[in-house]
């Protein structure tokens, strides 16, 4: 059974810094990973989504990397501002079958 | 930007109250999901539905039913509401492909419901 894991679980960092979050997932046989950000009471927002067959998916500040055959995945964050605070989600899908989901990482950008 | 809705938003109910909430999505998506979460914890699947009368109970054991009647709808009902249902109810959708390669999945805004 796929399992997908988030660290850390939570991270504050001071506006400016660069910062990576990771995943990592126990089945490498993937076809899609995918990252959320999610704000307090809201829906999740979908940020990245990288095809098995790709290494990388880059969207103005963030850049996201897949390592399938290690099972890891790196969120990378430039240029952190207030803005980013949020939980950020990871999630990947084995075939025809629904998202895994890890735990997230609460990530605060201190001004 | 997604197109995917429900309603209510917000909604606070009486112990023993049947309370439908509705999701609709009009991107024409196959796929659609209801999750639940907990302030500040993690998602559960509670159902799914891969086309018009095809649903699935997800990872997480609920009380709930769902419908999948037409393409564009996937209310979700609990016949009976109860305190431990306090909760936020998440729809999803996603296009489909048989395999399940590059779906991306979007999300309604969510149902916060409060059963007193």
């Known amino acids: 059974k796929q399992e997908v894991t988030q660290i850390p679980a939570a991270l504050s960092v001071p506006e400016g810094e660069n910062l990576v979050l990771n995943c990592s997932f126990t089945?490498?046989?993937?076809?899609?990973l995918q990252w959320f950000r999610q704000d307090p009471g809201k829906g999740l927002t979908s940020l990245l989504l990288?095809?098995?067959?790709?290494r990388e998916q880059t969207s103005g500040r963030l850049n996201a990397s897949l390592d399938k055959s290690s099972g890891r995945s790196t969120l990378y964050i430039a240029a952190s501002q207030p803005g980013d605070s949020a939980t950020y989600l990871c999630?990947?899908?084995?075939?025809?079958?629904?998202?895994?989901f890890g735990k997230g990482t609460r990530l605060s950008v201190i001004a | 930007e997604a197109d995917i809705y429900q309603t209510p938003r917000y909604l606070v109910i009486g112990t023993g109250k049947k309370i439908t909430l509705e999701c609709s999505q009009t991107?024409?998506?196959?796929?659609m999901y209801w999750y639940q979460q907990d302030p500040g914890m993690e998602l559960h699947l509670i159902h799914y539905?891969?086309?018009?009368?095809?649903?699935e109970k997800g990872d997480l054991s609920s009380e709930s039913t769902v419908s999948r009647i037409r393409t564009e709808h996937f209310p979700l009902t609990l016949e009976s509401a109860r305190p431990s249902h306090t909760s936020q109810y998440l729809c999803?959708?996603?296009?489909?492909?048989?395999?399940?390669?590059?779906?991306?999945?979007?999300f309604g805004p969510g149902t916060r419901l409060l059963v007193l």
């Open positions: 089945d490498s046989a993937i076809y899609n």
């Open positions: 999803a959708s996603s296009v489909g492909n048989p395999t399940g390669d590059r779906e991306t999945q979007y």
């Open positions: 990288i095809q098995s067959s790709q």
């Open positions: 539905s891969y086309g018009v009368n095809s649903t």
């Open positions: 999630a990947v899908n084995s075939g025809n079958t629904p998202l895994v």
């Open positions: 991107m024409g998506h196959d796929k």
